[in-house]
């Protein structure tokens, strides 16, 4: 049977957090907090049938507000917006002004700024109807939060069904502005905190990614993966090339890059990426509505992170595929826009879904 369970979470400066447990009928639970639309975690099956928590995080809210986990800025399983990745130089221009951002990441904005998405309490509805459980997030972004103009109303739908998460993405502005929303979960197929994902089978249905400098910005390219380490169309252990010696991935420090997707003339749901655990059995697909994904293995993961389950988050022990449109668009005329315009609605959705092999 689905089933939802609100509780509370604990406050921050006063106001409420709540957890919600959604389990669907296949027995898949999945926590999310209010706090950032964090997904805390979730169960998928093994080949045997059991089921083990394979997303990085905590199980106490002061996991995720602690100066150690801020500083660190893992973004464990969160909602990011107003924009996912990095703008360069911290700054854009839309219609001819110039919006300065603030630069957290190096000379760069990452993932919203200070406080982006990730760090506000967004209101929850919950719902079950059939054998889906859906749970609606609601933002609104202030005109000028965080430097970004307009103000955005942001709704996120997470709908479980079976061992199948999707996320509807929407939002409206009422100012010309820049979106691009995504989830940050870290996946552990073997288990979170079960030790390194290297062993990780990684497909990626993309011919190009978007390189990057030494501060990890795009720099416009979309280069070919043929012949490098990149190049995941058929399915390579992470750990297979992440250490080879390649300037890309010196710069991000193993992969931290975005894959363009092939996804041609099509529009609807494409399936970006599939990882297969041999260990576990696991396989998750990513299918997304969005041109990129970002493949980051967890490579500023440095152990000094416990988990829920009491162990350590050591290097590349998880990793994430964010559905995305390209980094630093604003400023890449080529790329594929992030503009939002008054009277538009941006909409896009992605799907992670389990299954066993
Ligand atoms: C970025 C990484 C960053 C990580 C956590 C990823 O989306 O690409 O460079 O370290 O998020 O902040």
Known sequence: MTTINKEPFGDIAGKAVDLYTLVSDTGSTLRVSTLGGTITSWTA??????????????????????????????????????????????R???????YPLAANNGPANLHGGIQGFDKRIWQATDKVKGSDATLTLEYGSADGEEG???????????????????IDYSATTDKTTIVNLTQHAYFNLSGEGSG?????????????????????????????????????????????????ADQQLEFGHGYDHNWVLDRGAEKGLFLAATAYDPASGRVLEVLTTEPGVQLYVGNF????????????????????LET??????????DFPSTTLKPGETYRTTTVYKFSVK
């Open 301 to 320: 993961l440095d152990g000094s992170l416990t988990g829920k389950s009491g162990k350590p988050y050591t290097h590349r022990s998880g990793f994430c």
């Open 148 to 166: 970004f103009p307009g103000k955005l109303s942001v709704k996120v739908v997470y709908t479980l069904s079976g061992d199948e998460l999707r």
């Open 92 to 98: 854009f221009t839309l219609d001819g002004v110039e």
């Open 196 to 244: 390194s994902i290297l062993d990780t089978q990684m497909q990626v249905n993309g011919s190009h990614y978007t390189p990057v400098d030494q501060y990890l910005i795009a720099t416009g390219e979309l280069r070919d993966v043929t012949g490098t380490p990149f190049d995941f169309r058929k399915p390579t252990a992470l750990g297979a090339r992440v250490n080879e």
């Open 324 to 333: 995305q449109h390209y980094p630093d668009s604003p400023n890449k005329p």
């Open 45 to 90: 099956p093994d080949r045997t049938g059991k089921r083990a928590d394979i997303t990085l995080g905590f199980d106490k809210l002061e996991g995720y507000t602690s100066d150690a986990f801020l500083k660190a800025g893992p973004y464990f399983g969160a909602l990011i917006g107003r924009y996912g990745n990095r703008i360069g130089d911290a």
